[in-house]
Structures are given as structure tokens and as C-alpha cells.
């Protein structure tokens, strides 16, 4: 019998899946685990690999028992994960040295200033894509190195492996300390501040400038052919696919030509323009990242606005402020007043990513009178949001030179929230569009690994899978749009410098 699916995992930062997809694209069967997060300092958000590793195992059981599925079923796996994320595991043991350092934590401000006070941080943004910031891997695996003595002599003689999260769930599928397969891709690598953004190749003078040793590192394959075969449930199948989460995002939306644009509304937000197979140097605080690499086929390439605080900052009114029992309610919340009151609220909780890049820069919530109320913080949260998600699209117009953005493909657990996206299409003047199928992340891994085993025939068969469920058009006047803005921009400015010098240097040496 031939397969009937091809299967998809896709680990993202406060919840791992694994989705069954059958050949035109409709998912039959999906299951979702949690995963605990741990605050353990400020500034500091660290996941348990090994936590994640077994939930990855449960989902996948799950998903073959919902559909009735054996590893006969399917044809091969796709990864798509959380970015940045750096694992440092014992390669006899297969167990990690310390949780996961995760992208959102900023205990490594100290040494992100250190190494811009020579530079710059666009220091290595030709070579990389990337400004030098607490997102990127590098100075993060630096820190776990550094933390205990022993680990970097361990290091040095090949005992232990780095990886983002998709090196670390396909090592542990294809046998872990039994043969595993130590490799990643380009789209994860680009995010590490060591690969070369034009060779795709691990950069030396990256490594000697960051004192990362080679023997840790996975091999850098493509993002579309067989790395391996599975153990367990899915025994024999191929991992033929690894997608960053967002560009699998952006390959799941089939926005495969120049021009096209998606913004994932998760944890974070992340807005990825195609660029095709020249990788052009954001001028105006975008990242330059690998949108996937088929094959033997040339890299494609992706500008980038990554924001940190997204569906985090529902989760901590949930968690932090108790000022709801669960996600969704933060619309009814906010559609509870008629505006934000003239309250602004930036999320500024690890620093400002794109397109500011400032460590330094902390949460606020100004405007405040007697008049607010919590369904004010609610509406300013969600407008958050909307607001950062404009100082990327602006950022990527002047980049690219374009007078307006087209249609906004959206995806990602906050595309739920109406109320949201109708203040999104609103603030940027442009429609916004999600397509019938939610799980579009897992979708690009599946189409990744499909490919490169023959499930899909070709990018034509997968653009016509892609079908729009949902459009909102844009209804607020220009006027508005642009008293808006101006409100929003003078919040962002009072956040800026808010982290002390002092506090970022504590922070980095405890
Ligand atoms: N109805 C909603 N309104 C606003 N935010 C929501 C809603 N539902 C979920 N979220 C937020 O979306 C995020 C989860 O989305 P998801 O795409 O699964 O994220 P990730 O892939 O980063 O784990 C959470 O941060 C949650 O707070
Ligand atoms: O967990 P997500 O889906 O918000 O994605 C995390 C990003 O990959 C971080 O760069």
C-alpha cells in the first residue's frame, strides 16, 4: 500500500505537534502537547529538551492512533521548530548539560554590548543577515559553555553536541546516542550568528570571534532531502524535511515569489517578505535569513521582522496579572471599551527586536488616567501587536523599495482573535487573509519532507492546496491610522534605555 501522509512536527515555543497531512494538504489528524516554560531570573525563558523530546514521542503515537495510521502510512517527516534555541547534550548519555537557552532570553545583554562596542552591532550583518543581539544562538551557547569549567574542555574532545531544536528532535528520531544524525539546515543555521549567509557554510572567523568549537556543531545540509530514518512509532520513515518555524510558515502559505509576505502571530510575530535567491542586507533593521533550500536547488532567501512579545504578552495577562483564566478571553476583554483610552502598551519585555534591535530597552504602559480600566491594558495589549507588526512592514517597504503592502497572509494561535485582525488590517491600510488551513507552519515542514520524497510532485501541486478562509479589509480612516502611530511611537521612545546599564551588566554575570 502506498503512503497516505506525510507527517509534520512542529515544535514551537509553548506547545510541540505532530499533524498527519494527506496529499491535498487537509490535516487528518493532529495533536498538541504543552510544554513547561521556566522564568528562572528575569530576563532568563528556558525549555526542558527532554520534556519536549517526549512530547514530540506522545504527539506523534497520538496522531498515528487518531488516524488509524502505521508507520506504513507514511511517506516522511518534517521538522519545524522554534528558532535560536540553543541544546548542548552529552553525546554517550543523550542528555542535555542544562535546559534549553531560549531565543527570548536576554541573559547574554553583557556580552551582546561587549562584542557591539567594537562595531557595532550590524557588525557581522553582511556576512550573517543578523545584527548582533541576545536572539541569536552563538553568544547563548557561548554562555553554557563558559558556565561550567568542564564543559568546554568536553567540547573540544567531540563529547558533546550543539543544536537548535530541530537538530536535537532529529538526532533523538533517528536513534539518539545509537547513530542519531547530528544536522541542521540553513534556515536554522542563518540564525546562529556562525553561518555564512552566502557559502551556507559555518563561518571561521565567526567561531574564533564567539570561541564556539567546530567538533560541537551539526552538519549543515539542505531543508528538503532524506537525513535519516526514524526509530520508534514512525520506525523506517525518512526525515526528509527541516524548516525554521517561520520560514515553514512562509513555505506553507506557498509565498514562493519575490514579493510575497506572511506574518505568523505565535509567541512572537514574525513578518518574512520573499526575496528570491538574492539575499539583500536589511537597511533598515530587518534580519536577512534563509527562506529554505531545496535540495540541490539555490537558496531562496527572506527579510525578516522578528517581534518578541506577541501571544506572550496574552499569556502574561494571564499568568503575570491574572487578568484572564485563558487566551481567547482577552477579546472579550478588549471589546468590552470602545479604545485603548489613550493607553499605549509596549511589550518591550527582552528588549525590542526589529526593527529597533535595543537590549536595553523595557515594557511600559503609559497614557494611563483615572478613566482606565482593565479592558483598556487588554485593548492596548492586542494593539501592541497590530503597532509592532506596522514598524515592520514599513521597515520591509523601505527596504524593498514598495510604495504599499499587498494582501498579508497571517497565520499562528493569535489569527483566532477578530478583533485583533480587523485593528491589523486596519493600522497598516491593507487587507489580511488566513488560509483554511491553521496549522500552516507544520503544513510548510510536511511539504519540505514531501518533496524531497517524491509525496508532492512540485511547487504547482502545493500552491493549489492554498485556499484563503477568512479576509479582513481595512475600514479605519488615514487620519486616525496616523494620530495612531504617532501615540505608538512616543510609547516605544519611553522604553528605550529603561534597562540600566548596571541591571544588564548584573543580569549577564550571574
Ligand atoms: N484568541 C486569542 N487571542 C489572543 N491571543 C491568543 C488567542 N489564542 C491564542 N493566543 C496566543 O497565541 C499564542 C499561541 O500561538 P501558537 O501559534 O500556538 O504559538 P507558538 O507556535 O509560538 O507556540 C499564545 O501566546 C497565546 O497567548
Ligand atoms: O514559537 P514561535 O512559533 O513563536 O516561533 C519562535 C521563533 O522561531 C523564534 O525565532
Redo the contacts with the bound molecule.
Sequence with gaps: MSARFVAAIDH????TRCILLAPDGTPAAIAQREQTMYYPRPGWVELDMEQVWRRTQECIHEALNTAGATAADVAGIGIAN?RESVVLWDRHTGRPVARSITWQDTRTAGEVDALAADGGIHRFQRTTGLPISTYSSALKLRWLLDEEPSRRAAAERGDLLFGTPDTWLLWNLTGGPDGGVHATDPTNASRTLLMNLHTLEWDDDLLDVMAIPRALLPQIRSSSEVYGAAAGDLAGVPIAGILG?QPASLFGHTCFDRGDVKNT????AFLLFTLGTEPRISEHGLITTVAWKLGDADAVYALEGSVAMA??L??WLRDNLGLIDA??E??TLARSVQDAGGVVFVPAFSGLFAPYWRDDARGVIVGLTRFANKGHIARAALEATAYQTYDLVEAMLADTGLQQLGELRAD???T??EL?MQLQSDVLGSPVAAPSMAEITATGAAYAAGLATGFWAGLDELRANYTIARRWAPEMHADERTRRVADWRRGVDRTLGLAAPEQVARSASM
Design positions: 514551537g515555543t509553548t506547545s522554534e518555524d502571530y505565535g509567541t512572537g501571544g506572550a496574552v499569556q487566551a481567547p482577552v477579546e499562528g494561535g493569535m483566532k482573535n485583533l
